[in-house]
Structures are given as C-alpha cells and as structure tokens.
C-alpha cells in the first residue's frame, strides 16, 4: 500500500502474531531482495477492549518505531477492504497513544494523529550547552550540521522531528543536511528531519528524511510536526495543504493542547505471498 507515495508492507496479524524478527522486517522492506518498502505496518488485536486494534510500525532497517501517519491511513484502509471491522472511525493503539481514522466518503482517510508536545524533553533531546533561540512565542534550537549551524523546530507527533524552514525544497540539500542533523547524538532516540518551503499562510512544500529510511516521497507525522512548527511560529494558518513529493496531505491544527488532524490518500497496490528465507542475519550489517 502506499499513502501519498510513502509505501508499506501491511500484514494481517490479527489470528495471530508471525514472529518476525528484524530480519524479517529488514527483508521485506528491501526493495531488491525482499518486497520493498518504507516501512512495514502489523495488524494487531487489541490488548484493551477501549480500542478496536494495535497497530505496530517497523521501519526498513528492522527497527520499531512509534508512529507513521501516512501508515495510519493505510492500516485504515486495510481494515476497512479487508472486513475487519465496520466501523467508519477506528480506535487504534500505537507505541505513542491512541489514534483515530476515520473513513470518508471521498475515500480519503482522516487520523486524529493526537497532539503534540514540545521541546527537548519531548524528542529526549540532549539541550546541554545549547541555548534557544526566541522567535515570536517560541524558539528555535541552533543544531551543529557539519560545518554549518541549523535553527530547528522540535515538535513530538509521538515520533521525534526537526523542522527546518528552506528557501526552496527542490535545491535544499536534503540528503546531505538530514543526514548530518540525524547524525548527532543529541538526538538520543534519533530524528525525522524536514525541509519546510512556505508558499504562503495555508501551502507549503515538504520533503522529510526519516529515521532508518532515508528521504520518503511523503511522510504523514513529519507533515503534522511541519505545519504545527509553522503555526507556532507565525507562519501559517490552522489549515494547510503540504504538497510532498508524493501528493498532498491537508493538515488542521487549532493550537494549544488540541489534536492534528491529517486527511489524505491510502492505496493498495497489490496483495500477494512472499516466503521468508531460512538464513537471514539475526543483527543488523555493519
């Protein structure tokens, strides 16, 4: 499946639990060897009777993580194709907290991605020795970025991120300067980073490199964090459409303590089979 370009893996996990280990997911999301993909989602029985399902997130490199937003309108769609539930909004327990899709009639699906938090202690950021720099009502956090100095903006959509605003997306080195900010060991749980055009108060252009995929044609939080940072800092209004390389997410936010809202497109692209080698390494290569 993918959402806005953002591709998945999703496996049915609900009769049972496959045992996978990082490994496994490592082969599934290389796009050579495996199937491909950017990450690979489970779905899961739930654990409380409160929600409808657990929904649990691997990245390509086999690491789990706690959120994906593009993956959190797959996973409803899957549900959805799949009969697994008819409901038209879902009560979906992730790593971060509980989240809740909702189907819409345009066959778009709209997550309530929970709201986010703010500052160091939010994306387990070591501050030591860095002061913050005050812009408007909040701050901006000066990043060493191999020779250069990056003011970023910390938001927690449940995943860590780092916003920087760039003049313009498509001649941001991207790969270079997300790889050197992902590369400091402040960021103690690693860090999704993006690159923020502002087109005007409700479009802005985007791409995001993400913590053990590299640069992804669309990512769901890292759009979420984009727009909140943008808002907090004066920059746009409670409702902007971010064009990512992949399509166009609408991203809603009414500040304070209030949840994001996150509507865009799910797609499946094929179902099949695959089977799993006998001899895959038990840790990740070197």
């Not at 591709?7 to 990082?22: A, K, N, S, Y």
């Not at 950017?38 to 706690?66: C, K, M, T, W």
């Not at 050197?180 to 985007?206: E, I, P, S, Y």
């Amino acid at each position: 499946m993918h959402g806005a370009g953002n591709d998945f893996v999703v496996l049915d996990e609900t009769r049972g639990l496959l045992g996978l280990t990082p490994a496994h997911y490592r082969f599934l999301g290389d796009r050579h060897f495996g199937v491909g993909a950017d990450q690979i989602l489970s779905v899961r029985a739930p654990a409380s009777p409160e929600v409808d399902f657990a929904y649990v997130i691997h990245n390509a490199d086999g690491n789990e993580v706690e959120q994906c937003g593009n993956g959190a309108r797959c996973f409803a769609r899957f549900v959805f194709e799949r009969g697994l539930s008819s409901k038209a909004q879902l009560r979906v327990q992730t790593r971060a907290g509980v989240i809740a899709p909702l189907r819409q009639d345009d066959g778009r699906v709209r997550v309530d991605m929970g709201a986010p938090r703010f500052g160091p202690e939010a994306l387990d950021f070591d501050a030591s020795g860095l002061s913050a720099q005050p812009h408007g009502d909040w701050a901006l956090w000066p990043v060493p970025a191999g020779s250069e100095t990056l003011a970023l903006a910390l938001v927690s959509m449940g995943n860590p991120h780092a916003v920087l605003r760039v003049d313009d997306v498509a001649r941001a080195e991207v790969t270079r300067l997300g790889a050197q900010v992902q590369a400091q060991t402040r960021f103690r749980q690693g860090v999704n980073v993006g690159f923020l055009q502002v087109q005007d108060r409700t479009q802005v252009h985007l791409r995001v490199v993400e913590r053990g995929v590299g640069e992804t044609l669309a990512c769901g939080t890292g759009a979420c964090a984009a727009v909140v940072a943008g808002i907090r800092l004066g920059w746009l209004d409670a409702q902007v459409a971010v064009h990512t390389r992949g399509g166009v997410l609408e991203i809603t936010w009414s500040g304070g303590g209030s949840p994001v809202y996150m509507t865009g497109p799910a797609q499946t692209v094929f179902q099949g089979e695959v089977e799993l080698p006998d001899d895959l390494p038990l840790s990740t290569p070197a």
